[in-house]
């Protein structure tokens, strides 16, 4: 989790002439948010004194700041376990139970998602103020809900995001079809047309995907919180995901018998910089840093390996603890920041730099023409020509800054 001037995930949303409108209580916009802190109030959910949820500085939707300075280990806020919204929680929980068995699928999100487009279009949920306020899901317009003609054409395979889009795509209408869709129409007493809807169902994909939780295993499995969802199966946490997901977060959500709280682990400004961080399934990199640096170490090393050292490091599984640099060499050899790279191995700095204008190489555009474009022509441009454009303007920049720092 991270704190700051503006606090709020993002998640692939769009908007579908076929698909039915949000159920709501009508309230307008400027009322959403002070029902949804009147609902959090009622429900014995506790907001620091020192935060307050407001539209100001937001990215998108609904931010978090802090107003005041917070020190390390203080709880931001705390959320009762019976406002978490998943299965388990939801009105049509027994019905759920019941036919667990026909739910089940690869992602095991099913139940939750089943619930979700219950409870997102029943205008007497529970969570009908926490539903009002989440994104709509008709205000981005990204790439999982383009029509497909337009993300071959626009995003192409240079940065990754076709192939991520596609993929997710192909599951969740597997899913949908075949597990979800004879369910809804088993029971339509209790869900209504809305949720036969393919793009509802993406819709509540990309809402788990942005906002949702999972909570940790716990070792022994007779410790586990009786009203916890399954194990691995995520859940909805109001005000929670308010707060932005970052590698290098300064605050974490910590799962107690009765209550969720959210804890600062370091101390938070009262107006902190807004940080961003992707996934996906090589090395993220961010402006700061390259977020998966564990993964990136122990790839380097093994790069540099000899056919005898791989051959013992599969032995072993691994490295052992004390096999690693001590915690000051690490703090100043193993620092993948702009600043600390250079510090780095020259091997490792020619593998990096290597890496980074092959990546260069697959755009077809380079990083002088997307400025001249965004310079002089981007009055010229449709929505999601200039969505392509930042996206891919961006990642050139930090690529171009990794460059720099290998130099």
């Known amino acids: 989790m991270k704190m700051a001037a503006s606090m709020k995930r993002t998640c692939e949303e769009g908007d579908s002439s076929n698909s039915s409108p949000k159920l709501s209580t ?21 907001l620091s004194p020192k935060v307050c949820v407001t539209k100001q500085g937001s990215c998108a939707q609904y931010g978090m700041i ?11 806020l705390k959320v ?20 667990a068995a026909s739910l089940a699928s690869e992602s095991g999100w099913v139940p939750l998602l089943v619930a979700l487009m219950y409870e997102y279009n029943n205008p007497e949920s529970t969570w009908r103020p926490y539903l ?45 079809t075949s597990v979800v869709l004879p369910f809804v129409r088993k029971h339509t007493d209790v869900f209504s047309p809305a949720c ?54 300064n605050a974490e959500l910590r799962f107690e018998k009765e209550f969720l709280k959210m804890v600062s682990t370091s101390e938070i400004a009262k107006c902190c910089l807004q940080e961003v961080v992707g996934e996906d399934d090589s090395f993220v990199l961010s402006n700061e840093a390259i977020e998966t640096c564990d993964e990136l170490e122990a ?11 791989f051959e013992d ?22 620092m993948f920041v702009p600043n600390g790279i ?17 990546c260069l190489a697959l755009y077809s555009t380079s990083l002088e023409e997307d400025e001249e474009c965004l310079a002089s022509r981007l009055d010229s441009l449709s929505q999601r020509q200039k969505y392509v454009l930042y996206t891919n303007h961006g990642q050139k920049l930090i690529l171009q800054k990794l460059l720099d720092s290998c130099s």
């Open 26 to 46: 009508g309230c307008k916009d400027e009322n959403k948010l002070d029902s949804f802190l009147t609902w959090s109030r009622e429900n014995n959910l506790w």
């Open 66 to 76: 802090t107003t005041e300075s917070v020190n390390c280990g203080e709880c931001l």
């Open 80 to 99: 009762p376990r019976k406002l978490l919204l998943h299965p388990r929680t939801s009105a049509i929980s027994r019905l759920l139970k019941k036919e």
């Open 132 to 176: 009002d306020l989440v994104p709509d899901f008709r205000e981005l317009d990204l790439p999982m809900f383009w029509p497909e003609s337009e993300r071959g054409s626009l995003l192409g395979s240079a940065n990754g995001i076709l192939n991520c889009v596609e993929r997710d795509l192909k599951s969740l209408t597997a899913e949908f």
């Open 196 to 249: 036969e809807s393919l793009e509802l169902y993406k819709k509540m994909v990309a809402f788990v995907m942005a906002y949702s939780f999972t909570e940790p295993t716990a070792d022994n499995e007779d410790e586990q919180m009786k009203d916890a969802p399954s194990k691995t199966a995520p859940m909805m946490v109001p005000m929670a995901d308010i707060l932005n997901h970052v590698a290098h977060n």
């Open 299 to 309: 790839t380097l090393k093994v790069l540099e390996m000899t056919r005898s050292e």
């Open 313 to 334: 490091y599969q032995e072993k599984d691994g490295w052992s603890e004390d096999e690693g640099d001590d915690e000051e060499d690490r703090d100043e050899k193993w």
């Open 342 to 358: 250079p510090k780095l191995k020259e091997t490792w700095k020619q593998i990096l730099k290597g890496c980074a204008e092959k």
